[in-house]
């Protein structure tokens, strides 16, 4: 899969397929152990406006370019990790997020999310498929964060320069690095997203370097005072795998027709 700057669409045709909606939902679920986690939204189906699938498209997050993208495609259904009904939002269908539920409905494209689960899946999860794209041998969740903090020891140790150009080279953006004093690297840890907060437990888990996609004002004084490098790779960069091996998986199995839709997003 390639990246650019803008919206990108990468298409694996398979027989041509369909699926019953419900029924996709139910062997996700299972895969994913959605029953497993306590998470912020809903996982599986959370907009049923079609119940036969045939076109799957996925994407990092259902905006409304998203949307217009499936619609375009002629999408059953989306397959995303950041969707809708997150706790503490309102709860009402109006402004944005009734112009995008709407949309859905009107063109007969149903919405399936998966959050932590995705990030946690051992072989589609975000946080494993990061780590295939950076070399990351023998990479495993550990403990902590209730196992979406994952760690590798590098094969041969490496400059915290030298990871930077690695994460760089990887998502095609270059990561915001915070250093430290410790040189070089031998243990890193990595979480997708805006897991920035986990900075403190990769710390305490001896680890040289810590992964995430976004970085708040006080993580900065913490990698400091904590003496662990920390990278900032982008939230959107970090979460556009889970997706993709998911898709690639489920159009393989059912015979889909599955479109990854790469919308750039700088965060």
Known sequence: MTHSSGENCTEARYNRGMIDLMTLEAYCNNLLCVEAFDDYCPNGVQVEASREVRKLMGGVTASQALIEAAEAWGADAL??????????????????????????????????????????????????QL???????????????????????????????????????????????????REPLRQVGWCTGAAQSYIEQAAELGLDAFISGEISEHTVHLARELDIHYFSAGHHATERYGVVSLGQHLAEQFNLEWCFMDLDNPV
């Open 131 to 181: 780590a295939e794209r950076l070399g990351f041998a023998g990479a495993e969740a550990t403990q902590a964060a209730g196992g979406l903090l994952w760690q590798a020891e590098l094969e041969s140790p490496i400059s915290s320069q030298q990871l930077g150009l690695r994460i760089e080279g990887a998502l095609d953006r270059p990561p915001l690095h915070i250093p430290a004093r």
């Open 79 to 128: 397959l995303v990790h950041h969707g809708y009904f997150w706790k503490g939002e309102a709860a009402a269908l109006r402004g944005v997020k009734g112009q995008r539920v709407g949309g859905l409905f009107r063109h007969g494209i149903s919405l399936l999310a998966y959050h932590l689960p995705l990030d946690a899946h051992p072989v589609h999860g975000n946080n494993r």
